[in-house]
Nanobody, 124 residues
Framework: QVQLVESGGGLVQAGGSLRLSCAAS????????MGWFRQAPGKEREFVAT????????YYGDSVKGRFTISKDNAKNTLYLQMNSLKPEDTAVYYC?????????????????WGRGTQVTVSS
């Protein structure tokens, strides 16, 4: 199985940028379709972005489309989320997740492995 560890979160002003990383160990990222989700206090976990195991396709949640970019580096076994034009409503704990090869999914229950999350706070 794969272990996932997120990093790169922090405090940023509205309009700023952050890049989150998700380091994988135990299995190569190429074995998994990967996703980013987030959860704000008092809210349900929300789909952010996903990238297929081949890296050939990416999909985004409507609230982040055009501002966030998901990518991965198989050589470094690391998943990334570049976040630009951040808004206060992007404040949340961000989680990376892995699902065994297959179709991309926006549904969190389709994912098999999860990291512990990294906090992103955007001040107005």
């Amino acid at each position: 199985q794969v272990q996932l560890v997120e990093s790169g979160g922090g405090l940023v002003q509205a309009g700023g940028s952050l890049r989150l990383s998700c380091a994988a160990s135990g299995r190569p990222l190429s074995s998994y379709t990967m996703g980013w989700f987030r959860q704000a206090p008092g809210k349900e976990r929300e789909f952010v972005a996903t990238i297929t195991w081949s890296g050939g396709s990416t999909y985004y949640g409507d609230s982040v489309k055009g501002r966030f970019t998901i990518s991965k580096d198989n050589a470094k076994n690391t998943l990334y989320l570049q976040m630009n034009s951040l808004k206060p409503e992007d404040t949340a704990v961000y989680y990376c997740a892995a699902k065994v090869r297959g179709f991309a999914s926006r549904v969190d229950s389709d994912y098999d492995y999860w990291g512990r999350g990294t906090q992103v706070t955007v001040s107005s």
